[in-house]
């Protein structure tokens, strides 16, 4: 089970840097992937991460404002948000790819629990 966590309330223009970490496992053996669900859409892929830190970018990968990490040793995952826009408002998801390279299209994974809430708003 991943968690995903560093959601909240930022006015726009602000950043957040989400984390996903496993307890009990390791991430290193995976593909981890970030996906958001915002209000009466559809789920969208964000950025996934290989495990040799390559990253592939999906629909809503807002490129040039957020970017996709992973410290092995520190077991996490990181999706760094800046300059967020009321659009990027949504709960974002980590999930687990069983597989050592990002899919092209983008796919929830696995593992992934009830998410962080992002909103941006003034």
């Known amino acids: 089970q991943l968690q995903a966590s560093g959601g909240g309330l930022v006015q726009p223009g602000g950043s957040l840097r989400l984390s996903c970490a496993a307890s009990?496992?390791?991430?290193?053996?995976?593909?981890i992937g970030w996906f958001r669900q915002a209000p009466g859409k559809e789920r969208e892929g964000v950025w996934c991460?290989?495990?040799?830190?390559?990253?592939?970018s999906y629909r809503y990968a807002a490129k040039g404002r957020f970017t996709i990490s992973r410290d092995n040793a520190k077991n996490t995952v990181y999706l760094q948000m800046n300059n967020l826009k009321p659009e990027d408002t949504a709960v974002y998801y980590c999930?687990?790819?069983?597989?050592?390279?990002?899919?092209?299209?983008?796919?929830?994974?696995?593992?992934w629990g009830q998410g962080t809430l992002v909103t941006v708003s003034s």
């Open positions: 999930g687990a790819i069983s597989r050592s390279q990002c899919p092209t299209f983008f796919t929830p994974g696995t593992g």
């Open positions: 991460i290989s495990t040799t830190g390559r990253a592939t």
């Open positions: 009990g496992s390791t991430l290193n053996d995976y593909s």
